[in-house]
């Protein structure tokens, strides 16, 4: 199946959702209430309507993710699913205007949309854009991705921390994450911005089933060393830790 047959809702459900963000200004009905767009690939007509209603007052905010940051359609071999995600990766000239959507300030933050799974339910050989399982495996890249490709947009070190820390620590209301201050959990990366690598089978942060990234093969800036979360060392050149030390935050 060629990639350009696999469809996608976005604007339409974008637009639906900004008809109810009006109601969400001082004095409407929905006064305090929030609208968050996630995983924003379109950056046409979608990304127009969400700085509109921005520009109105309207109480939403929207974010992106490192594929819709890193490819475009016209890359894709046809039938190549690990590529298929939702809503779809589209051209050269849409990832441009997104990346300077993002400098700009009108895209509000970055996630992962970190979708893993296992060979049977991607299709591979098949090559189904409609059967397949539709996400791409990313969390471990999220870092050097949006640094390689971003600075080639001008993207400074301070941005992505705002965009990849900060601002996410904001939005999801947790006043100990997102900067190194006293008192803050001690989240930290240890990494070398300058330093290239290769994604391939060998590479450590793989744990299962490196054939399915769509990272596979590309060469990327910024090797992490270290990380630390709450300070307790988690993930030491391509060595993680023996048990997750992560515990669940439920809505209050």
Avoid at 16 to 31: A, I, Q
Wanted: charge should be neutral; aromatic fraction near 8%; charged fraction near 25%.
């Amino acid at each position: 199946m060629k990639y350009h047959l696999y469809f996608s809702r976005e604007e339409a459900a974008i637009r639906e959702l900004v008809g109810v963000t009006k109601d969400t200004r001082s004095g409407g009905p929905l006064e305090g209430s929030h609208v968050h767009i996630a995983h924003l690939s379109d950056s046409s007509v979608s990304l127009d309507l969400i700085k509109e209603a921005k520009s109105g007052g309207d109480s939403i905010s929207v974010e992106t993710c490192p594929h819709y940051l890193a490819f475009s359609s016209e890359e894709i071999p046809n039938g190549d699913t690990r590529f298929k995600c939702s809503p779809p990766i589209r051209d050269a000239y849409n990832k441009d205007k997104l990346w300077k959507a993002v400098l700009e300030g009108h895209i509000d933050l970055l996630s992962s949309d970190h979708s893993p799974t296992v060979p049977q339910l991607k299709l591979l050989e098949e090559g189904n854009f409609l059967k397949a399982w539709g996400g791409i495996s990313s969390l471990q890249f999220d870092l050097p991705v949006t640094w390689s490709y971003g600075k080639k947009h001008g993207l400074t070190l301070e941005q992505l921390s705002l965009l990849w820390s900060k601002k996410p620590a904001k939005f999801a209301g947790i006043k100990s994450k997102g900067s190194i201050a006293v008192g803050n959990h001690a989240d930290i990366v240890v990494w070398k911005p300058e330093v290239e690598f290769e994604l391939n089978e060998d590479y450590p942060v793989f744990l299962k089933h490196p054939e399915l990234s769509a990272y596979m093969g590309r060469r990327l800036s910024g090797k992490v060393l270290e990380t630390f979360v709450r300070g307790n060392l988690v993930f030491k050149q391509g060595k993680h830790a023996p048990a997750a030390c992560g515990v669940p935050i439920l809505a209050k």
